[in-house]
Every structure is written in C-alpha cells, then in structure tokens.
C-alpha cells in the first residue's frame, strides 16, 4: 500500500484552531467526527463520510469522562493513541484533536448543558447524567473546531437526536449528519466494547440485532407494538441477555409508539456478562 502522509495530531487548542482558519480561509469546508477512539470499521465508515461533505476532516479523540457514570467503564475504556493515529492516517484524515483532559476540563470549569426530553428515556434513566455529559463535551468540540459540518453515527441513535436537538436550541449554525451502523458478518454492530466480550457472549452477541430486525417487519407489518416488543424481550432473555429496555419509537421524538404509522425505530440496551451493548434499527 502506498505510505499516506501522517494526520497531523493537535493537542493545543490554539494550534488547531490556527489550522483550522486557513482551511476556512481557503474556502474549505470542514467537517468534524467525534469519538473516543479505539477506532474500527465503523468509526472509519463515518470519516469517509464526512469526507463527502467538506474538504477538510476532523476526528476528535477523548475520552470524556463526565459521560460515565460511577462503576461504568471509563478507567478500563480502550486507548490506544498509536494504533488510532495509524488509522486514521490511512483514512486520510487531515487532523486529530487529542485534547488532554485538563485541556477539555481546566480548574474552575463549572458549566453543564442540560437535556431534557429526547434524553429523558431509552438509556436515559440506567445512565444518569450520560447525555447532559455528551452534550456539553460535544458543544465544546463544535466550539473548538467549528466545523460546518459534524457526523454521529446511527447506532448511538439516540445520542444522534440529543445532540440534533441540542445543536438547534442553542442556536448552533453546525449541521449534524448521521451515518449508517457498520456491522459485522453477523450483524452484530461494532463497537469498542465488542472485546469485552467473552467468546460464548461473542457468539450470542448478534441475536440483539436479529431480534430487533424481527421487531421491526412485525412492526412494520402493522402489528401492535406491545405484544411484538414482549416476544422479543423473551427471546433476548432466553438467550442470556439482561435487558434494560426494548422499544419502538417514533423516529424524531423517540417517544414509544403503540402502533407504526411514521418514521420509527427499534431501540435496545442489554448486558452480556459484564458488557452492555446497544443497538438500534430503522422501521
Ligand atoms: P464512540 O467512539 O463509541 O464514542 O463513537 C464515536 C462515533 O462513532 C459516534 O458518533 C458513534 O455513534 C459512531 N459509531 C460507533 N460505532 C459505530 C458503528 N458500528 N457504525 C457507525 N458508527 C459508529
């Protein structure tokens, strides 16, 4: 393979916002994808996304810890600096924001978006405090880079919404783009938690994903939503998931809906083991 020139990593923010003008200066159009790295396929499919929509990619890097909650996973989430950078070096990416956390969070930092609505159900009640977390480091990085543009991916559908919704009531002149969940052979959908996963949990793991599609046709198909939604809450549990909710939304409220009549969407969170995963699926 060709060598491709190295991503550029920025951790002073100064620094990249100097960049980031003379990009703007020349007429480019940039465009920023958020994450928390440990990247794979999926997080990849979103930069060659965003790089459909402006001459100039972004990844951000941090791992923001206000987002998780006391005995989550924040000291044992993934980093890896180096293999990330390779990554996204491959990917072309013209630059990566690592900002260090006394960067994102400096002594005296005392201010927090709160969220409300989209935030108030789904994974909302088991994760207190995640999506006001979410919102407030997301809007310091719209605030840092300014991008024209900023991609979220659909398989954190309901972070996508939060952050929409967000964006709009404060008047943020960003449009937020979704991207498609990239999955494996299985259908399990990629995650940096996926290696958490034990190898019998593994195994298991893409039932998630098969019974919210199985959710979705007999949604689709016009049945009630509630008696679909208890088979497939007893199929998951039978095959050793814990769930924590299983629902069809309305697509743009995320309010749970009785019967499809619009835009929906089925919505689950449920452990393996230790690991909780999420997935979603369009109706
Ligand atoms: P994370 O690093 O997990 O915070 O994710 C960073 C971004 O990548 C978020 O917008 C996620 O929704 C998105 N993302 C994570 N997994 C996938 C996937 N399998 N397919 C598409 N996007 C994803």
Known sequence: ?????????????????????LWRASGARVVLVPTMGALHRGHLALIAHARTLGERVVASIFVNPTQFGPGEDFARYPRDAAADLALLAQTGTDAAWMPEAATMYPPGFSTRIAVGGL???LCGPFRPGHFSGVATVVVKLLNQVGPDVAVFGEKDFQQLRVIQQAAADLDHAVVIR????????DGLALSSRNRYLEPAEREVAPRLHAVLSQVAAEA????????VIARGLAALEAAGFAVQYLAVCDAGTLAPVARVAGPARVLAAAHLGRTRLIDNVAV
Not at 4 to 15: E, G, M, N
Not at 220 to 227: K, R, V
């Open 1 to 21: 393979m060709p060598s491709r020139p190295q991503t550029p990593r920025f951790t002073d923010l100064a620094a990249l916002r100097a960049q980031v003008a």
């Open 119 to 121: 935030a108030d159900g």
């Open 178 to 185: 979704g991207g498609p969940t990239v999955r494996e052979a």
């Open 220 to 227: 689709l198909a016009g049945a009630a939503t509630a008696p």
